[in-house]
C-alpha cells in the first residue's frame, strides 16, 4: 500500500497528542484504525517513530528527524490546496497566551505599514512546540527557558512576574508579595507553556503543586475557583483581565525571557522580516 498525506498528519497529530488514543479522538477515527496508518508509515520508512508504552507515545531520535520533513510536507501540501493561485500564505505566529504582551499592538500596526503584502495570523496554542512540530505555526513567541534544542530562537525582552490569586485569598488586597509569602499555598501549574513550577522558590520552602492543568484557560479557572495561586507573566494581567482573579506584583521573582523561536524546517519567506520587526518594535526604533 502507498503513503499518502493522511499518514503524515496522523502522525504529526499523534507527536502533538502524545497518544494514540487522543489523535484518533482529535481525528475522529477509531483507534485500531490510526495504529494501523503508523504501523505502515513506520513498514514503509523502516524505522519506528514513535515509542509506545502504557503512558502514551514519545517520539524516537528517528522520528524526530522524520518530524521535520513531515511537517514541511504537510504545510506545503496545505498551503497548495488552500491557496492554489492566491496571494501569499499567512506567517502564523504561535503563542500560548499574550503573544507579544504590551507591544503585540505595535508590532501588528508595524507589520502592517511594513509588509502591507504579507498576511499575518496570531494564533493561540496551548502548546507552542506542538505547534511548530506539526507545521500548525511559524514561529511562536515563548516564555521561560532557552529555546529547546534543534530549535533557533533570540531573546525579545524580559517580563515581571506577579502572583494570580483567588479575590478571596487572603493576600488579595496586598499591593506587593514576595515568593515566601505564598510558600505555604498549592501552585497551579500549566504543564505545556507555563512558567512557574515550585523551583522558583529556595529549596526546603517550595510550595507543592495543588493542580496541574494543560491548558492556560484551566489554570484561569483553578486560580479563580481558590484551588491554588498562580505565577504569571505581567502581561497576564494586562491582557487577560479575571473578574475573579488578583494579580499582585511579586517583588524577588527572576524576570521571565521571552523569545521567538521557530524549528529549522520553518523556511516562511516573510520569518526574517518579522523577526527584524519584532525587535525594532521592543528596541522602540521608529517605523522605517
Known amino acids: 500500500m502507498g503513503l499518502d498525506i493522511r499518514h503524515l498528519e496522523t502522525f504529526l497529530v499523534a507527536v502533538e497528542e502524545g497518544s494514540i488514543t487522543a489523535a484518533a479522538r482529535r481525528l475522529r477515527l477509531a483507534q485500531p484504525a490510526v495504529s494501523r496508518t503508523l504501523a505502515q508509515l513506520e513498514r514503509h520508512v523502516g524505522a519506528t517513530l514513535l515509542a509506545r508504552s502504557a503512558h502514551g507515545v514519545v517520539v524516537t531520535p528517528e522520528g524526530e ?9 504537510l504545510a506545503s501540501f496545505t498551503d497548495a490546496v488552500e491557496r492554489p493561485f492566491g496571494g501569499p500564505r499567512p506567517l502564523r505566529v504561535g503563542h500560548a497566551w499574550s503573544a507579544f504582551g504590551e507591544h503585540t499592538s505595535a508590532l501588528l500596526r508595524r507589520w502592517r505599514a511594513v509588509r502591507p503584502d504579507q498576511p499575518l495570523d496570531l494564533c493561540r496554542l496551548d502548546d507552542p512546540y506542538a505547534g511548530m512540530a506539526s507545521g500548525r505555526v511559524d514561529v511562536s513567541v515563548l516564555r ?3 529555546p529547546r534544542p534543534g530549535y533557533r530562537g533570540e531573546l525579545l525582552y524580559s517580563e515581571k512576574r506577579v502572583a494570580a490569586l483567588s479575590v478571596e485569598h487572603p493576600l488579595a488586597r496586598r499591593r506587593a508579595l514576595g515568593l515566601a509569602d505564598l510558600a505555604g499555598d498549592g501552585l497551579i501549574v ?12 529556595a529549596a526546603g520552602a517550595r510550595p507543592v503543586v495543588a493542580v496541574e492543568v494543560g491548558s492556560v484557560d484551566d489554570w484561569q479557572s483553578n486560580v479563580a475557583a481558590n484551588n491554588g495561586i498562580g505565577i504569571t507573566p505581567a502581561s497576564s494581567s494586562r491582557l487577560h483581565p479575571h473578574a475573579e482573579i488578583v494579580y ?24 526574517e522580516d518579522f523577526v527584524r520587526a519584532a525587535h525594532a518594535v521592543v528596541r522602540g526604533d521608529p517605523k522605517s
Open 248 to 271: 499582585v506584583p511579586l517583588t524577588d521573582a527572576p524576570p521571565v525571557p521571552v523569545f521567538l523561536a521557530w524549528p529549522p524546517n520553518s523556511r516562511h519567506p516573510a520569518l
Open 144 to 146: 521561560g527557558p532557552q
Open 65 to 73: 528527524l522524520f518530524q521535520v520533513k513531515a511537517a514541511a510536507a
Open 190 to 201: 500549566q504543564r505545556n507553556s507555563g512558567t512557574a513550577t515550585p523551583e522558583l522558590w
